[in-house]
């Protein structure tokens, strides 16, 4: 089955990483994201990784995959105030039906100065 | 600029009354998704569509109807059976293939019945 997970809530002080950590259950997963959601907004892709990838770095970002373990984590490097967001993993599947994208519950990252 | 719009950005409901999401995409994307965001569960699939007249159900399609009669569009029905409708609705769309790589999302409507 389907089911992505990750913790609620992160809150790190300005200038220290921060690590956001997503698991899910399929592996026959295609792709995994990255998406931002800032209040009342809709999401906006943060960065991607083939699921054939270990890493992947993108400037500040920089994306993990454990697919034997089937962990993703999303390291912000430097985090600043205007990174406080709901931070969304998601993962692409092909079904029966096509391509079917399934989300994570999101992470609330707050950074204090 | 191509883009996904959603509108209205805010609507209102009353007990009862089935209400319509707007969805308009010019991206030429051939996939398109519903998703319901509450807080504290993150996005829920309700209905996706891969090509025109074709539509499968997500995760929680009970209360809710969809249509996908052009290419661009693709509207969501709230009807009256959906116990809960107040939440955040955010439609999406991608390329069909799998060389895609990114969903783009509109800004969203929140639904409130009153």
């Known amino acids: 089955g389907e089911d992505v997970e990750q913790s609620l809530f992160l809150s790190v002080r300005e200038g220290d990483s921060s690590v956001i950590n997503c698991t899910y259950t399929?592996?026959?997963?295609?792709?995994l994201y990255w998406y931002k959601q800032e209040p009342g907004a809709g999401l906006q892709l943060l960065t991607y990784?083939?699921?054939?990838?270990d890493m992947k770095q993108d400037q500040r970002l920089t994306v993990l995959l454990n697919k034997k373990d089937k962990h993703l984590s999303l390291r912000i490097a430097d985090t600043q105030t205007g990174d406080s967001a709901i931070y969304f993993c998601a993962e692409r599947l092909l079904t029966g039906g096509g391509n079917k994208l399934t989300f994570g519950t999101g992470t609330q990252l707050k950074v204090e100065l | 600029d191509g883009g996904i719009t959603q509108s209205p950005k805010y609507l209102f409901r009353k007990e009862g009354q089935n209400v319509t999401l707007s969805c308009e995409q010019n991206?030429?994307?051939?996939?398109m998704y519903w998703y319901r965001q509450d807080p504290g569960q993150g996005l829920r699939l309700i209905y996706y569509s891969q090509i025109v007249n074709d539509f499968q159900k997500g995760d929680i399609a009970e209360g809710y109807s969809v249509s996908r009669e052009k290419k661009e569009s693709f509207p969501l029905t709230v009807t009256s059976a959906q116990k809960n409708p107040t939440a955040f609705y955010l439609c999406?769309?991608?390329?069909?293939?799998?060389?895609?790589?990114?969903?783009?999302f509109g800004q969203g409507t929140r639904l409130t019945v009153v």
């Open positions: 990784i083939f699921s054939n990838m």
């Open positions: 991206l030429n994307h051939d996939a």
């Open positions: 399929d592996s026959s997963s295609t792709y």
């Open positions: 999406a769309s991608t390329l069909r293939g799998e060389v895609d790589r990114e969903a783009f």
